[in-house]
């Protein structure tokens, strides 16, 4: 499973935003991310945004205003976000975490990029 790597930087602090609808997460080795929620639910590990297999996944249309409601710890690996759509599912493990940090603006750029294409929008 993702996020059981020896070498996956661990999270020294996870502190939620719900005003700005901001997620700060700060790693051991120094790195620093503030993901949107509406970002974290867009890249849900779930299978029902990433599809069960090979695939485009479900393209996530209307996220804009979502929030978190709850986070959850799950072993040493992972926290289950829980967002006030209702949307429950799918553990975002420190490897995954880590990874939207860090490719944050690609991943942006290609999500509305998607957006566009399907003629949908973020609110």
Known sequence: ???LSATTP???????????????????????????????R????SAEVRGHGAGPGTLQVGKQGVNIIDIAPVGNYAVKLVFDDGHDSGLYSWDHL??????????WQDYLARLELAGAARA
């Not at 602090?13 to 974290?40: N, T, V």
């Not at 867009?42 to 590990?45: E, I, K, L, N």
């Not at 939207?100 to 991943?107: F, I, P, Y």
Request: proline share 4%; charged share 25%; net charge negative.
């Open 42 to 45: 867009v890249f849900s590990p």
């Open 98 to 107: 880590y990874e939207l940090g860090r490719n944050k603006e690609a991943n």
């Open 10 to 40: 661990q999270p020294s602090e996870i502190k939620l935003h719900q005003a700005s609808k901001i997620l700060e997460i700060h790693f051991d080795d120094g790195c620093h991310f503030d993901l949107s929620c509406e970002y974290l």
């Open 1 to 3: 499973m993702a996020g």
